[in-house]
């Protein structure tokens, strides 16, 4: 039995020093080049092995995880103790940020696959730059546009991301400042390296709005609290009611609005201010609740004589143009009118006239 036992410990040491035998030794297996301008081109480094085991080796392939990395490296065969290298190279046009790639390295035998892993981060140049994120805020941020929160409906809350770029050589702590009631805001990363990504992550909360239909407010971007520089860019969301949980009995009685025209045509207008009227009109059986009357045209304004039309009562609309302040020879503007009548939650009155 001790015979036994003693063979099957001298055959794993025989095992172990084969598999000892087949391996090599790397100098290092990671590099991060750090923070560098793209302009600087290619970046490379050399990763470097020697050849432990007792037999020549050589390298049968290496593959990058992207096409902006590649290897370079000798095919000749490695003698046991020499020193062979693979050169990693890495390509930062046209993407500005972090990266993190690797290079898949195959030696000859029965040696395990090793991976080399390059990383770094790229400072976009300004071209570069603005083709991702077009809008400069500041000198620091750039940002790939406005606040465009969507459609949101009334009592729901809406999550909108704002993706972003520290083209600064510094960290920052970007913050929001002069936010609506109904926003809510977090930055991910809060605090962010130079020529690194971001996102501004909003939260739209739609019961604390206001306003329906479209609502048009800013907010300002700075790259740290107290900074002078920033940027003050539009938050616009449009707000509807929910009309889903009605059922087919509340429908039916629901409330009916009807125009007394769909366009009022002031004509040939003369200086000063010209008013024209539309009534609405509640066919339906429940109270019309006029949420909002309004136009985003210049130089016409609205308003509504009651917020609450019962049922076969009218209410009215008084439209007021300004001649001077229109901005060109025609007037087409458009009013629109939100109530709560679910068939016609949006109705729109055309305003036309000529100067």
Known sequence: MKRIIASIVAAGAVALGALAAQQVKWLDLNHNFGAFDEGLGPVSYDFRFVNTTSEPISIVNARASCGCTSPKYTREPIAPGDTASITVTYDPAGRPGHFSKYVAVNLSGDIPQTKLTVEGTVVGSAESVARRYPAACGETIQLEGALMVGEVTKGQMRTVFLDAYNRSTHEISPVVENMPSYLDVTVSPETVPPGQQFTYIFYMHSDKCPLYGIVSDSITIRPAAGSPEGCTIPAIAVVREDFSKMTPAQLKKAPKLALSETSLDFGRLSDGVTTRQCVIRNTGKSPLKIRRVYTADPGVSVSVSS???????????????????????????????????PDASVTNLRVVGEL
Request: hydrophobic share 40%; no cysteine; charged share 25%.
């Open 307 to 341: 917020d609450t039309v019962k049922p076969g009562k009218e209410a009215t609309i008084t439209v007021s143009v300004d001649r001077q302040a229109l901005p060109g020879a025609l007037l087409n503007a458009r009013v629109s009118i939100i109530t709560n009548d």
